[in-house]
């Protein structure tokens, strides 16, 4: 395939910088704007090309030298390349950016990003493959794996886990290696970052709320960390494992249910709420709904619920700022936009963490 001089415009989500030929976009891994490069296209289709670079013509003062001998094979990591500041700045960028386009927001109150204390180190678990006598992750765009001694995005403990496993001969399988401090359910992968994020939503509602919903709760990380603030506290999960390990240290306020947050109403009615109880009643007052979906975001059902049961506080915590600016472009009918506060729970890559919190 042929080889292109291009000009790096832009770093689209997934972390690929973007540079055109025609006005067609090419997108070129392991590069930054501003950068002169030229990259051999390796897929074109009609409205856009996929490259490999193959070399930095001219490169960008935010160049930086990357801490893993696997970048750039290895599938997990887009931005070892990129000095920390900088990769902070484009992940900001890209939810601006993503909010006005998919989202239609106009003056949108986004707050500075709040960084990972630890740029590298920071995986309190990883989940790594073995086949055949290799053990590690998939390789970029691929089924193959590479074989990984470290890895240097996670925390010591996790790759002394790694070295036990890889002397065990371990036979062919997944394989998730934690920390004793990160729990068997879902949890939160930055231990520093995931402390930033309960902090800010605890600052982020006032004292003295009647009820909360946690809805995606997990193990209740945020509804145990509100409870000071709430009369009753309600979580839903359809992982009964996380619902049974909220339940473990539960208090008389906290109540926890194993379902579907489509199903909410329902949930919050089997709860037997009594005067508390929801429903579609708009006036409830001081009625706060956090919301912590997976990257798919809000399935619709659940979006119509959110407007027909208008909680005074809506506090939406996202891991995919597309879904969340496509969500947030429906609730912004019946709620405005008080704050919006990326993270970056996930140095060296292409992730982003983001808050949203919203009044009726
Ligand atoms: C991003 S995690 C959030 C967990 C929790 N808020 C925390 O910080 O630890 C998403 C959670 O949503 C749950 N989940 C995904 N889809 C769901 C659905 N439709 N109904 C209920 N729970 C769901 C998963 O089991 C997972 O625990």
Same mark, same amino acid.
């Given at each position: ?11 689209? &989500? ?24 030229? *990259? ?37 990591? *887009? ?43 920071? /995986? ?13 992750? &998939? ?90 603030? &709430? ?35 329902? *949930? ?34 659940? /979006? ?41 729970? &996930? ?14």
């Amino acid at each position: 395939m042929r080889v292109a001089d291009l000009k790096i415009e832009d770093i689209g &989500f997934g972390g690929k910088g973007v540079g055109r030929e025609q006005g067609k976009a090419i997108f070129v891994p392991y590069t930054i704007e501003g950068e002169l490069v030229s *990259a051999e296209i390796v897929r074109e289709k009609k409205q856009f090309a996929e490259a490999e670079l193959v070399e930095v013509k001219a490169s960008s003062p935010h160049r930086v030298a990357p801490e893993c001998p696997y970048f750039g094979r290895c599938g997990g990591c *887009a931005y070892q390349h990129i000095a920390y500041e900088h990769q902070l700045a484009i992940k900001w960028r890209q939810v601006r950016d993503v909010l006005q386009r998919i989202g239609k927001l106009k003056d949108i109150p986004l707050r500075p990003i709040i960084p990972s204390p630890k740029p590298y180190g920071y /995986r309190n678990r990883i989940t790594v493959h073995a086949q055949d006598g290799v053990i590690g992750f &998939f390789r970029r765009d691929s089924h193959r794996l590479i074989d990984v001694e470290r890895c240097p995005i996670s925390c010591d403990e996790v790759n002394r886990e790694l070295t036990d496993l890889r002397g065990r001969n371990p036979r062919d399988g997944h394989y998730t290696l934690r920390t004793s401090s990160s729990r068997r359910v879902f949890s939160q992968t930055n231990d520093e970052v995931a402390d930033a994020l309960r902090d800010l939503i605890v600052d982020l509602v006032p004292p003295n709320q009647d009820l909360l919903i946690d809805a995606y709760c997990g193990a209740g990380f945020f509804a145990k960390a509100l409870l000071d603030k &709430f009369e009753r506290v309600v979580g839903i999960d359809w992982d009964k494992f996380a619902i049974a390990a909220a339940k473990e240290d539960a208090t008389e306020k906290e109540t926890y249910i194993a379902g579907d947050v489509a199903d909410v109403e329902a *949930a919050v009615s089997a709860a037997n709420l009594g005067e508390l109880r929801v429903g579609t009643r708009a006036t409830t007052p001081n009625t706060t709904l956090i919301v912590d979906p997976p990257a798919t975001g809000l399935s619709a059902n659940v /979006r119509h619920s959110i407007l027909d049961l208008v909680p005074t506080t809506l506090i939406y915590v996202s891991c995919n700022p597309a879904t969340l600016a496509r969500d947030v472009k429906e609730l912004h009918e019946k709620f405005t936009i008080n704050s919006i506060t990326p993270l970056d729970m &996930f140095p060296q890559t292409a992730e982003i963490e983001v808050v949203v919190d919203l009044h009726a």
